[in-house]
């Protein structure tokens, strides 16, 4: 089994973070907090990744990855396919997903059937979609939600996550309703071809750099898994912030993308005026190339 299906790869690696953008500016009314309920902590050997949830955009995978969390089932297990540029994959390994023995966790023997997919959502009032007012080559319209980058298909009145760097989703097989256990962390700029062809649900707001020191395989061999499993980076523990005591949960704050702050930032980074430019760059914005502030703040 090839969970996610390479039929590209693409040289250039995007190294600078989802979570990296201007230093933090606005008043108090521009941000909003995490739900330690939607933050996961995944331990590396490098350092700490803060991933937020998006469980509106897939109700049923962000409610697996938080039981396969809970159940601790990735801890101790490994990122076996890196690729550079493109996504960091982790879990048990090849032909784990959909397979007629579904995967288990070791300790409670609680089998993971395969999920539902979860490509994209309806457009609804739920959620507050703001534009990114450039075109795009993917989606008829981007923007964000939350803090999220969104594509939106208003014929289709169908939205989703877009695959830039950090964004988290579930590996499958080739048939949409079979991603299981295994996920995938972007690294890189190429994965836009896989919008609404698998389910993601959440994005890393801090610690990608430590992402992208995982140990990388060759796309050229097996897909990009790593040959040697001793040269696979293990993945230490992952926890819900929920699950840790107050004193001991991190306190994340993201810009509201909806707010006058995030649309000045949008407009700076639009309309280029630094003298260092010799020949003024378009005034087009690439959703991937906007992220969204986050903070910590102090006690």
Not at 113 to 134: H, M
């Amino acid at each position: 089994m090839k969970q996610i299906v390479l039929s590209f790869i693409v040289a250039v690696c995007f190294t600078a973070g989802a979570q990296a953008a201007d230093a933090p500016s606005g008043s108090p009314a521009d941000w909003r907090d995490v739900d330690p309920q939607n933050l996961v902590l995944l331990d590396t050997r490098y350092g700490q990744v803060a991933i937020e949830l998006a469980p509106e955009f897939a109700p049923l995978n962000a409610a697996r990855f938080k039981a396969l969390v809970r159940a601790h089932f990735y801890d101790g297990k490994t990122f076996y396919r890196v690729i550079d540029g493109f996504v960091a994959q982790g879990g048990i390994g090849e032909g784990t997903a959909a397979t007629k023995n579904h995967p288990k966790d070791d300790a409670t023997n609680t089998a993971w059937p395969p999920l539902k997919a979860e490509f994209d959502r309806a457009i609804g009032n739920d959620v507050t979609f703001t534009p990114l007012g450039s075109p795009d080559l993917f989606a008829p319209e981007v923007g964000h939600v939350d803090g999220f980058p969104v594509g939106r298909d208003a014929k289709e009145s169908r939205m989703w996550i877009v695959h830039c760097p950090g964004t988290l989703a579930f590996a499958r097989d080739d048939k949409p309703d079979t991603a299981s256990t295994e996920f995938y962390i972007v690294i890189g700029e190429a994965p836009r071809r896989l919008d609404r062809n698998l389910s993601a649900f959440g994005r890393v707001i801090a610690g990608l750099q430590y992402i992208q020191k995982l140990e990388r395989g060759d796309p050229d061999v097996d897909a990009g898994v790593i040959q040697d499993p001793k040269a696979q980076d293990p993945i230490l523990r992952v926890r819900m912030a929920a699950d840790l005591p107050i004193a001991e949960q991190p306190h994340f704050q993201v810009m509201r993308t909806e707010s006058a702050a995030f649309a000045a930032k949008k407009e700076e980074k639009r309309n280029i005026t630094s003298s260092f430019f010799f020949r003024k760059p378009p005034a087009i914005l690439d959703v991937c190339l906007m992220p969204v502030a986050v903070k910590r703040p102090g006690p």
